[in-house]
């Protein structure tokens, strides 16, 4: 039987490595270890994994999540929508009855797992803040 090693970050490392980000991502897990809970609400991030301890203090999603979202269910809806009331032109109560569950399901169930699929590829990838880096002068 071979001990672990004692170093947690040879163990994160080999974890991450491990780890697909979109599995992770669509699961709403831990972009590390695949196992923590990435989330406490909603939307609304934990702290930290509370199986690896992955601080999430570096995820910034910022609008990306909504912004996929409001363009797919936008083109879902819209173009159910155009070919509805080009072949069967429906009063608009009919229309409102059939969009509206609609939009609400085409944006709210999928906005959770965007959220943390762009998370696991953001921790994937390295992606960071841009940062102005000083050339020498020659």
Sequence with gaps: MTEPSSEPAVQNQAAS????????????????????????GFLELRPCCDQCGLDYSFIDAGDG?????????GFIVVGAALVVEIKYQPPFWVHA????????????????????????????????????????SQ
């Design 17 to 40: 490595q491990k780890v697909s980000p979109f599995v992770a991502g669509l699961t709403c897990r831990c972009p590390r270890c695949g196992e923590g809970k990435l989330f406490e």
């Design 65 to 73: 999540p909504a912004v996929f979202i409001i363009m797919i269910a």
């Design 97 to 136: 009855m059939l969009w509206l569950p609609l939009i609400a399901a085409t944006t709210l169930l999928p906005l959770r797992p965007m959220k943390s699929l762009l998370i696991a590829l953001q921790y994937h990838h390295k992606a960071a803040e841009g940062r102005l880096v000083k050339r020498d």
